[in-house]
């Protein structure tokens, strides 16, 4: 029992890592981190005027420019995961806009690093 333990624990603390550099790398202009969280052929999905849009991954990683913070404070609301595969909320405040994003965030575990594959998000006005 106390090994499944420690698996659980590695699995969580491995998937936070993935997120804390998603996180850390859009508030602080961290290209690099971005590119350790995110799988390569990663996509965001999101509503725009009613219709679904995509953004590719390497759109998105391009509007952070390395060393400038954007004012964004992340917060990992839930994370649920299974063997190689995992789910996160996770919710974005951004001051400066007056908006409240809130993520979710599909993960694979790929050659023994947690990466995220897939990105939907909604916002709202707070």
Do not use: C
Request: hydrophobic share 35%; glycine share 8%; net charge positive.
């Amino acid at each position: 029992m106390d090994d499944l333990v420690s698996i659980e624990k590695n699995g969580l603390e491995e998937i936070k890592e993935t997120l804390s550099n998603y996180i850390d790398g859009t508030a602080n202009g961290e290209p690099q981190k971005l590119k350790r969280a995110f799988h390569q052929d990663f996509n965001l999905y999101y509503i725009k005027n009613g219709d679904l849009s995509v953004l590719s991954g390497k759109q998105y990683i391009g509007n952070f420019k390395e060393g400038k913070k954007n004012n964004r404070i992340g917060n990992i609301l839930s994370l649920d995961y299974e063997n190689n595969a995992g789910l996160a909320k996770v919710q974005v405040i951004m001051p400066d806009r007056n908006r409240i994003a809130i993520d979710y965030l599909l993960l694979l575990k790929i050659k023994d690093e947690w990466k995220i594959i897939h990105k939907s998000f909604t916002s709202k006005s707070y």
